[in-house]
């Protein structure tokens, strides 16, 4: 999962961004809004977390620039707190909303409900053939039995889980799952997959040749 | 409504002038036409006395005697005295001395109307020379007190009378009466009054309007100030239409309110700023504590240091948002949001709330809920709710008790709230609503309210700020009472709107 951070305040961006890594996700920073809305519109991220006060461009208008070309979820991250503040960022089109200040589990759990909810799934318990993936504990079981697995290859399975029959290119997968601090190599993909379907069995994760990855529904 | 209006004091003087003005100007016109109107009879009955006299002295038996005149000395000597006439009315006089009047004088008197003029002619021995048929039988000779020929006026009862001695000592006197006069008077004067009173009448009618008129941009402009409040500032008296006197005063009030308007705008501007810079630094306190905490490879040390860290900034976050609810409390931007509802099941979920940690510290709640309908701002009432009862835990003793209850008195619906605490001293007791005021500030540890540490203490010293904030927000109130190591009992009373 590859999330943007679009806050000013340089040591609660930094705050935000270690937190999620430790969460597992891709993270890329952005400290402005004129930068935030140049990294939104030309990746693909699976959640944005924007605040409002931002130079160059505030919030709201990073929103509604945005929502013209792209349907990324957005929680939007905001030192205002009245009705009327939450009211308005839920209708520029935002799709959840936090006040500051908060607490770390709770953005992470408004995250991932924002994320499942994005990929049209509404419990947070995802079943693939007898593989259980948990994605509020980050827990994988298998027959009952957990099976541990590294953050890259929960990453990788939790992103190939959410998006079940569809294939996932390689390209994707790195643009979700690599951050602009990442500078892994290809192949280390493959031996992610390779590592996951030693754990899960290996009819699990299907591969498309020349084209990517695939859960089959 | 106050009882002293500016209109009724107007109207007031304006009447109080006009019939002083109606007044003097009834007494005179009485008096010009009491005057006039005898003067006229004054007038008529001296024209009478001369003819009456005239006629007296021309057909008298006093033209010079046979013999020609007495000698000088003999001409004052008084005739003998006579007996009165048997016929006072009848033409002839006593003897010796008739008077006779001409057709002329006669004409004069009416001796048919009992309201007409009438005479009498007496000799200088008071007899009756001559007198009228319609003279009352009451007529006396007036003194003499006058030069001969001058004439002399009295009013006798309903009788106005005019007379003069001649040169003889002989007295002629023409009288009138004049009831029909009199209330002829009388007539006008109710004329004046019934005259009077509609002029009043009509000049107030006048007044009532004129003053109406007047002070309707006065209320135009009182209208527009009443309109003007927290939520809309906005609003601007229309000094177009109003005259220049009230247009200064509009002008003023126009100015003092936009003051109010900026000074409104600046605190919302702050408070929102104040928001801002103040949650912020307590974000990245919290968020970079809780990475802190979360790290595999931070030391005892370290953990400890990153949860106070964590305790301080959870404490700042709700005293911050505390202090802001006080705020927008405070300059009116938070506004209550009137809806029916039923207090007593806000406080049944309230309760319900509560309960858990209430069984943690073995404190049973006891409720008297009866349905309290009213209308108000649920949410806020309930925050409200829950502080008492939170307060009414954490100020309990192990195993003690909370009685809540709601009943609806006189349209007011009530909410109490008692513990069976440590109770608050009285001297604390006023104080207890007043911003950060704990009352084991200054001797910590033997005070009711004691604080255990262990728990946490954000916000305390603010909620029944906030609470009482609220309720006045209402246009309720919030008391309490206690009783040292018996209990507190928090009551809150919330007038029913006049509709």
Same mark, same amino acid.
């Given at each position: ?58 919030? %709201? ?157 | 409504? #106050?009882?002293?209006?500016? #209109?009724?004091?107007?109207?007031? %003087? $304006? ?91 006669? /004409? ?7 309201? @007409?003029?009438?005479?009498?002619? %007496? ?9 009228? /048929? ?27 009378? =005019? %007379? ?15 009831? =029909? ?13 019934? /005259?009077?009173? @509609? ?15 007047? $002070? ?19 609003? #601007? ?20 309110? /936009? ?110 809920? =009866? ?83 262990? #728990?946490?203490?954000? @916000? ?40």
């Amino acid at each position: 999962m590859k999330l943007l951070v679009v806050e000013d305040e340089p040591d609660l961006l930094k705050g935000l961004v270690r937190a999620l890594r430790r969460d597992g996700y891709a993270v890329d920073p952005a400290a402005d809004g004129e930068e935030g809305l140049y990294k939104a519109q030309n990746a693909d991220y699976d959640a944005i977390v924007l605040d409002i006060m931002l130079p160059r461009l505030d919030g %709201w208008e990073l929103l509604a620039r945005l929502r013209k070309t792209k349907s990324t979820p957005v929680l939007m991250l905001t030192a205002r707190n009245t009705t009327a503040d939450r009211v308005r960022g839920l209708d520029a089109g935002a799709d959840d909303y936090l006040a500051k200040p908060f607490d770390n589990m709770e953005l992470l759990a408004r995250l991932r409900a924002l994320i499942r909810r994005a990929a049209g799934k509404a419990v947070p318990q995802i079943e693939i053939r007898g593989v259980m993936i948990d994605t509020r504990s980050r827990i994988v079981t298998r027959a009952g039995q957990p099976v541990a697995l590294t953050a890259r290859e929960y990453a990788i399975l939790e992103y190939l889980a959410l998006h079940r029959g569809e294939v996932v290119t390689r390209t994707i997968l790195y643009e979700h799952l690599l951050d602009e601090s990442d500078d892994t190599l290809s192949n280390l993909l493959d031996v992610h997959v390779f590592s996951i379907r030693k754990k899960l069995g290996h009819d699990l994760i299907a591969t498309r040749r020349g084209q990517g990855y695939c859960i089959e529904s | 409504m #106050r009882a002293k209006s500016i #209109r009724g004091r107007l109207l007031l %003087w $304006l009447a109080f002038l006009l019939a002083c003005l109606l007044a003097g100007f009834g007494v005179t016109a009485y008096q010009f036409q009491r005057i006039n109107r005898f003067r006229q009879i004054d007038d008529e009955l001296v024209q009478r006395v001369e003819a009456l006299s005239d006629d007296a002295r021309e057909r008298g038996p006093f033209g010079p005697p046979p013999g020609g005149f007495p000698p000088d000395g003999d001409f004052g000597q008084r005739p003998p005295r006579r007996p009165p006439p048997e016929d006072a009315n009848g033409p002839e006089g006593p003897r010796g001395r008739s008077v006779q009047l001409s057709a002329q004088t006669q /004409a004069l008197f009416n001796a048919a109307d009992m309201n @007409g003029f009438y005479y009498e002619f %007496w000799s200088r021995d008071e007899d009756v020379l001559k007198r009228s /048929a319609n003279a009352p039988g009451t007529l006396t000779m007036p003194e003499r007190s006058a030069p001969s020929a001058v004439c002399q006026m009295r009013t006798r009862g309903p009788f106005r009378e =005019a %007379w003069h001695f001649n040169k003889m000592g002989e007295c002629a006197l023409v009288g009138r009466n004049i009831t =029909a006069d009199l209330a002829a008077m009388r007539r006008f004067v109710l004329l004046l009054v019934f /005259a009077g009173g @509609g002029v009043l009448a009509l000049g107030l009618a006048g007044s009532g309007w004129l003053v109406t008129r007047a $002070l309707r941009p006065v209320e135009k402009i009182s209208a527009t100030a009443s309109r003007i409040s927290a939520s809309n500032l906005s609003e #601007r008296i229309n000094t177009a239409q109003i005259d220049s006197e009230l247009g200064h005063l509009a002008d003023t009030l126009n100015s003092a309110f /936009a003051q109010l308007e900026a000074a409104f705008a600046q605190q919302k501007q702050f408070t929102a700023d104040a928001a801002h810079e103040l949650r912020t630094p307590v974000s990245v306190m919290l968020t970079h504590a809780q990475n802190g905490l979360a790290s595999t490879c931070a030391s005892d040390e370290h953990r400890e240091a990153f949860e106070a860290c964590q305790r301080a900034a959870q404490r700042m976050r709700h005293l911050i948002e505390s202090l802001l609810e006080l705020m927008q409390l405070d300059s009116g931007q938070e506004t209550i949001k009137r809806q029916p509802m039923d207090l007593a099941h806000v406080a049944t979920e309230c309760v319900e709330l509560v309960r858990p940690l209430a069984a943690l510290h073995h404190i049973t709640i006891h409720t008297e809920l =009866a349905p309290c309908q009213y209308d108000g701002d649920s949410q806020r009432l309930a925050q409200v709710i829950s502080n008492l009862l939170a307060n009414a835990i954490h100020y309990n003793k192990p195993d003690g008790e909370i009685r809540i209850r709601t009943q609806s008195q006189n349209g007011a619906a009530i909410l109490t709230v008692r513990d069976t605490g440590r109770g608050i001293l009285a001297e604390d007791l006023p104080h207890v609503f007043e911003r950060f005021y704990r009352a084991d500030k200054s001797r910590s540890t033997e005070r009711f309210y004691r604080v255990d540490k262990s #728990r946490s203490t954000a @916000g305390r010293g603010l909620g029944l700020a906030i609470s009482k904030a609220i309720i006045e927000a209402h246009g309720g109130t919030i008391q309490a009472q206690s009783v040292p190591e018996e209990g507190s009992e928090f009551q809150i009373i919330l007038p029913c709107l006049p509709s």
